[in-house]
């Protein structure tokens, strides 16, 4: 069974940085999928990463502030956003495909708020 | 706003059967696409509850059912219980857009 744990509340000022980790532990997994949570909105899906190669793909409403990577040896998986504004304060979710071809892993969620 | 429209809120006294529509275009439920749905209690991360368009996972109880039609898609909840109160969230592929997610539904069990 795959399990996503994520790292803790983050607080930064506008213009800053982010780099939230989601580690796997369980079976091995091919792609991490980032999904984000504006307070009282919908999910909104961020981008994704290979676990085997690294490769990327970014929604183009972040494309260019939001940079996924790996590493392979910590099971690890990050996703960094510059630039931050306030409407980037929300919860950020890691998920994955473990046995059906839909997010039915997630992480429990890193809590980023931005605010000066 | 999302790409993928649901109402608001749908509300039911316990026992009573709901249904959440999830309403897309030809760019993706259309575009013979999956839907899935979760669901997410505040609070907490969301939950997987159907894939595929009609499977549930294992665990997921047999109350839950979904369908799709056309740019369409419904979830409908039978018996109604106090535990079922939560957001619910369907979730498609847009050809433009990648992944996308409903704009949520609160079910309020009365």
């Known amino acids: 069974q795959v399990h996503l744990v994520q790292s803790g509340t983050e607080v930064r000022k506008p213009g800053a940085s982010v780099k939230v980790s989601c580690k796997a532990t369980g079976n091995r997994i091919t792609t991490i999928y980032w999904v984000r949570q504006a307070p009282g909105q919908w999910l909104e899906w961020m981008g994704w990463?290979?676990?085997?190669?690294?490769?990327?793909k970014y929604s183009q409403k972040i494309q260019g502030r939001v940079t996924m990577t790996r590493d392979t040896a910590a099971s690890t998986m990050y996703m960094e956003l510059s630039s931050l504004r306030s409407e980037d304060t929300g919860v950020y979710y890691c998920a994955t495909w473990a046995e059906t071809d839909a997010f039915d892993i997630w992480g429990q969620g890193t809590t980023v708020i931005v605010s000066s | 706003q999302s790409v993928l429209t649901q109402p608001p809120s749908v509300s039911g006294a316990p026992g009573q059967r709901v249904t959440i529509s999830c309403t897309g275009s030809?760019?993706?439920?259309?575009?013979?696409?999956?839907v899935h749905w979760y669901q997410q209690v505040p609070g907490t991360a969301p939950k997987l509850l159907i894939y595929g368009n009609t499977n549930r996972p294992s665990g997921v109880p047999d109350r839950f059912s979904a369908s799709k039609s056309g740019s369409s898609a419904s979830l409908a909840i039978t018996g109604l219980q106090a535990e079922d109160e939560a957001d619910y969230y369907c979730q498609s592929y847009d050809s433009s857009l990648s992944f996308v997610f409903g704009s949520g539904t609160k079910v309020i069990v009365l």
């Open positions: 030809s760019s993706n439920i259309g575009g013979n696409y999956d």
């Open positions: 990463i290979s676990v085997a190669n690294g490769d990327t």
